[in-house]
Nanobody, 126 residues
Framework: QVQLVESGGGLVQAGGSLRLSCAAS????????MGWFRQVPGKEREFVAA????????FYANSVKGRFSISRDNAKNTVYLQVNSLKPEDTAVYYC???????????????????WGEGTLVTVSS
């Protein structure tokens, strides 16, 4: 079992940057592939970025490719999402999630995730 707590959200102007963090409890963090998702009220939760257990493999939604970067520090039980060149349409609650997976596999589907955090709100003003 793993518990996830996101932080780092906030209000930022368009073009700005934030670094989101997701701290995981437990000693098995490196056993999980990790992902970031986001949700706007009234819309479905959508995939943003994913990273494999070791961090060797990453994958991004087309809408964020080149602007967002996912990374992880297994020694600190933390996954990060660096979000740059923010746009108003990036405004959402950002969730991190963990998936039991084989090594070097990225998990991009909502149904594939086993544990979820509570989310952190990112608001981008124009």
């Amino acid at each position: 079992q793993v518990q996830l707590v996101e932080s780092g959200g906030g209000l930022v102007q368009a073009g700005g940057s934030l670094r989101l963090s997701c701290a995981a409890s437990g000693r098995t963090f490196s056993s999980y592939a990790m992902g970031w998702f986001r949700q706007v009220p009234g819309k479905e939760r959508e995939f943003v970025a994913a990273i494999s257990r070791s961090g060797a493999n990453t994958f991004y939604a087309n809408s964020v490719k080149g602007r967002f970067s996912i990374s992880r520090d297994n020694a600190k039980n933390t996954v990060y999402l660096q979000v740059n060149s923010l746009k108003p349409e990036d405004t959402a609650v950002y969730y991190c999630a963990a998936a039991v997976s084989p090594p070097e596999v990225v998990v991009t589907s909502l149904n594939g995730m086993d544990h979820w955090g509570e989310g952190t709100l990112v608001t981008v003003s124009s």
